[in-house]
């Protein structure tokens, strides 16, 4: 009989707690932003304490890309964002948005990998749930007018951002 009265307290936990997240979750989704909309304006801080605003590249193409140290799929594109940075860094503005890490993780990181990416720090994840990128590696791309045009959830390659990149371009 206690036995039982323990099962039912614990399912009804779980079922409190599983409502509590989804009415949680469904009260952030107003604030976030979306295809075909414009993009949140956003400040965030690279490694080196320069402050990065959104609006600042209105006109210019910018491609975000949520990222984690410990994410072994974020880990794994990384160098393909190294080939696709270095190959197209004169078309558009890529960002590493690291989701939550502290700032001694993240340079420790790049300085193992030696990468020449623009690192920006969401330190309260604020930022990446704005733009609903709720897990990594997320990749958002903007056009120049600050629409979201893409959002893909998973790793991407250089071929891939490259042919995105040409379409948006209006380039084949």
Known sequence: MKKTKVVQ???????IAMLATMVLGLRSVGNTVGIGEEAYDF?????DGNTHR????????????FFATWCVSCVAEAPELEKFNEEFK???NLFIVVKGEPLNTVKRYVEEKNSNKTYI??????VSRRFGALGQPE???INEEGIIVEHF????????????????????
């Open 43 to 47: 400040e965030l801080q690279d490694l």
């Open 9 to 15: 307290m614990i399912v009804l936990v779980f079922v």
């Open 139 to 141: 990749t958002i791309m």
């Open 54 to 65: 959104l609006s600042d590249y209105r006109g210019e193409i910018v491609i975000l890309n």
């Open 153 to 172: 959830i998973g790793g991407v390659n250089r071929d891939f951002l490259g042919v995105k990149l040409r379409e948006l371009q209006g380039l084949r």
């Open 90 to 92: 004169d078309e558009m």
């Open 121 to 126: 720090l969401d330190f309260n994840n604020h």
